[in-house]
């Protein structure tokens, strides 16, 4: 099949089998997690000398471990394995990520200062002599340099440091945390709280290196044997109007991917400026066994970048990603909603949805007219399958732009019973969000995605 026909032909759905891949839901991940945080307090306990219910060594031990523990359910969550990314959804397991460092953050300060303090107290010794004795302790200076990496990758993490750093140094920076874990780990195994406790280290040693397997396996390896095996390359490129061009991507056994339409993959365009950086696109149409379709806003250096790559450059993707797929339905009928270049997963899913098209509506919010994406495409795939499409442009400030319940009620038939799909601004989502649940949805029933990290 040529290039053209792929385009003119909306984008024939691959013939990948759906949903083969393994997913775990996050109540499971939640359950498995918090089970592992219970036994690790059972171990500070067993450890603790008696009373058990509240003494310094207790706090210190419970904290230390939990956070050894947490450090590793961090980074398995952000391993990028299939059954996490497809189950839980990369937008959740980002949540989850922020959440855990800060308390990971926290339970690292209050073990440094619990144990200090059991140690003065222990010893009957002023704080300070505490604090260098304690110093000394197997690992421990090795650990506390690693404490204040991970105390600046914290702060550089906190929202309104990061906003003000270029993602490529936020990111780089962020890697520190394995340096600031390597650094950690010989005073988790030889330190007080493992010491004794031959197959418990052992056990300990397992955890870490199945998280850190977890990554190199998927992190590392699963890009590297894609491009091995699809050989990806840019086809050519679209100008699509409104400051975005679509990619198209030409590879080999692309249904052995089995990404399905609402996904999105981490592309990195093996150019001389652009290899550095890996970024997040969805596909904006369902995959085809030979072809991928991104479409690319052009927002800063690294977007700039992308549109001008020539044909015949080579693409590593990591993926496929995202869990705002088909599996995600329980209701009757769906309301696809994309804001912006949030049209893109929305444009792909509005395809190959399979639900009758009289349950099927695609709200698309753009700023300006020309700023709308795929309206020919849009407007085929509406009339093919009896689809309900809905533009709202212009200003938000225009009554007929307005997102309430009610306005939502009068546009969309049934939309109680309907799965929504969101991708959007986070201001947008949450208008939405709250609308839809003032609309009566339950809030299972709505599933979204942001383009942010
Ligand atoms: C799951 C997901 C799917 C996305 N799908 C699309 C899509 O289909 N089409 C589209 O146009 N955009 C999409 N984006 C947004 C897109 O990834 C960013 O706009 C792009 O990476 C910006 O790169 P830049 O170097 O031009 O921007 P910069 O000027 O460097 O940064 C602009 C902003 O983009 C974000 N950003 C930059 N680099 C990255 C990165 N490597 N990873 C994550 N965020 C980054 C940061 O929030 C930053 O503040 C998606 C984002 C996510 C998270």
Known sequence: MSTKAYRRSGFARSDAPAGTAMSVSPAMVLWLVMAGAGAVVALAVIKAPLPVFFNLPLLAHTSGLLAGYGVTVMVALMSRAPALERGVGADRLARWHGLGGRAIFALILIHGVAATAAWSTGQRIPIWAATVEVLHMPGLVAATAGTLLFLSVGYISARNVRRKLKYETWHFLHLLT??????????????????????????????????????????????????????????????????????????????????????????????????????????????????????????????????????????????????????????????????GVGITPMRALFETLPVPGSTLTLLYRSSAPGEILFRDELEHIAQRRGAQLIFLTGRSSDPRNAITAQSLQQMVPGLASRDVYICASPRFSAALTAALIQAGLPRRQIHQEEFNF
């Open 178 to 339: 394995y340096l600031a874990i390597a650094l950690s780990f010989s005073h988790e195994l030889a330190g007080p709280d493992l010491a004794g406790l031959p197959l418990v280290q052992v056990a300990w040693s397992l955890l870490y290196t199945f998280s850190f397997g977890l990554v190199l396996r998927y992190r590392v390896l699963a890009p590297l044997t894609q491009l091995w095996r699809h050989g990806l390359r840019v086809d050519h490129v679209i100008n699509e109007g409104g400051g975005a061009a679509s990619i198209i991507l030409r590879g080999r056994h692309l249904h052995e991917l089995h990404a399905e339409s609402g996904q999105f993959f981490r592309w990195r365009f093996l150019t001389e400026t652009l290899w550095r950086s890996s970024h997040p696109f969805s596909l904006s149409a369902p995959p085809h066994e030979q072809f991928l379709r991104i479409t690319v806003k052009a927002i800063g250096d690294g977007t700039r970048l992308i549109h001008a790559v020539k044909p015949g450059t080579r693409v590593l993707a990591a993926g496929p990603y995202g869990a705002m797929t088909n599996d995600r339905r329980l209701g009757r009928g769906v309301l696809l909603i994309g804001g």
